[in-house]
T-cell receptor, first 114, second 114 residues
Framework: SQTIHQWPATLVQPVGSPLSLECTVE??????LYWYRQAAGRGLQLLFY??????ISSEVPQNLSASRPQDRQFILSSKKLLLSDSGFYLC?????????????FGEGSRLTVL | AQSVTQLGSHVSVSEGALVLLRCNYS??????LFWYVQYPNQGLQLLLK??????LVKGINGFEAEFKKSETSFHLTKPSAHMSDAAEYFC????????????FGAGTRLFVKA
């Protein structure tokens, strides 16, 4: 069966520090991968998605970036965090060869920027 | 452009009462529609999905939703609420372009009173 792992689960960082959140999918190949951010009362905002290694599409201009160095690894990064980057970050994957668009989510990473 | 509107950020029901969570969508093409549930500090789990088959879709935990094209709605219902249903619920629409993006509504938090 397929599983998705995110880490760290919780992170407290000072303003201006770097960020790296990692997501790994197991049990499937060539997934589509997604990063969402969830802020209180604002639903889920799609940040990045990837259809293959090295292929990243950005949905919202910001000081975050994403990379996909391996087929089942998706990394969210920042060089200098802002207070507004605080939130709950969710990684998700979708089977490439289906047309239902169902997403499978990780457990999330809660980031607090102080 | 595709979008999702969830009416009511908070809904409160008594245990055993009907649950009705409202969702309206906007889509220029036949949509794939989903309901997800999120428990505190966790990722999202799929409740049910509509993919152009039967308009009445049954999901897990006794939930169901009906796709009404004329009303552009996909409301979620459950005949009898249980305390364990207390969570946040998200309606979502999948867009069959690029990375098959999924757009989420702002969410509705369901409270269940004893």
């Amino acid at each position: 069966s397929q599983t998705i792992h995110q880490w760290p689960a919780t992170l407290v960082q000072p303003v201006g520090s770097p960020l790296s959140l990692e997501c790994t999918v197991e049990g499937t190949s060539n997934p589509n991968l997604y990063w969402y951010r969830q802020a209180a009362g604002r639903g889920l905002q799609l940040l990045f998605y990837s259809v293959g290694i090295g292929q990243i599409s950005s949905e919202v201009p910001q000081n975050l970036s994403a990379s996909r160095p391996q087929d089942r690894q998706f990394i969210l990064s920042s060089k200098k965090l802002l207070l507004s980057d605080s939130g709950f970050y969710l990684c998700a994957w979708r089977k490439r060869l289906t047309n239902t668009g169902e997403l499978f989510f990780g457990e999330g990473s809660r980031l607090t920027v102080l | 452009a595709q979008s999702v509107t969830q009416l009511g950020s908070h809904v409160s029901v008594s245990e055993g009462a009907l649950v009705l969570l409202r969702c309206n969508y906007s889509s220029s093409v036949p949509p794939y529609l989903f309901w997800y549930v999120q428990y505190p500090n966790q990722g999202l789990q799929l409740l049910l999905k509509y993919t152009s088959a039967a308009t009445l879709v049954k999901g897990i935990n006794g939930f169901e939703a009906e796709f009404k094209k004329s009303e552009t709605s996909f409301h979620l219902t459950k005949p009898s609420a249980h305390m364990s249903d207390a969570a946040e619920y998200f309606c979502a629409v999948s867009i069959n372009t690029g990375g098959f993006k999924t757009i989420f509504g702002a969410g509705t938090r369901l409270f269940v009173k004893a």
